[in-house]
């Protein structure tokens, strides 16, 4: 097994499988599709944290350490790592399970995300204090 394995710490966020409709032009995973699943286990975080809806105002960083390939098992495991008033800044690592046979795995991505939680009126909100949701 590869020295990145899955986080056994850790529950996954999120877990998806990309299809041959996810590649870019040379057949690996496009960047913006893991992006995208990168901002939704980040909100998720987020939201727990909150205690309801918030935004995506901020990616401070994104890498990608190796490619995602077609029919991998891409586990997204999101943290909060920082609360401000309003905001809400999670951590993200993304991994591949590749060849579940062989159970060999790899850390594909890492993120660092910021989140503004906001009401109804969608204008932002005070971040409750932890452990405050009902």
Not at 71 to 87: H, I, L, P, Q
Not at 95 to 102: F, G, I, P, S
Request: glycine share 6%.
């Amino acid at each position: 097994m590869a020295d990145d394995c899955l986080p056994h710490d850790r529950h996954a966020t999120l877990r998806v499988v990309p299809m041959p409709a996810d590649t870019n032009s040379v057949g690996d995973i496009f960047g913006g599709w893991i992006m995208s699943h990168v901002d939704v286990a980040g909100a998720i975080a987020a939201a727990r944290r909150a205690c309801g809806r918030v935004v995506t105002v901020a990616i401070h960083g994104l890498t990608f350490k190796k490619p995602v390939l077609v029919g991998d098992v891409v586990s997204f495991y999101a943290e909060v790592v920082r609360v401000g008033r309003t905001s809400i800044t999670t951590k993200v690592d993304v991994y591949a399970e590749r060849r579940l046979e062989a159970r060999e795995c790899v850390k594909v991505t890492e993120a660092e995300l910021t989140y503004v939680a906001i009401d109804e009126q969608r204008h932002p909100r005070v971040v409750p204090k932890e452990g405050a949701c009902a």
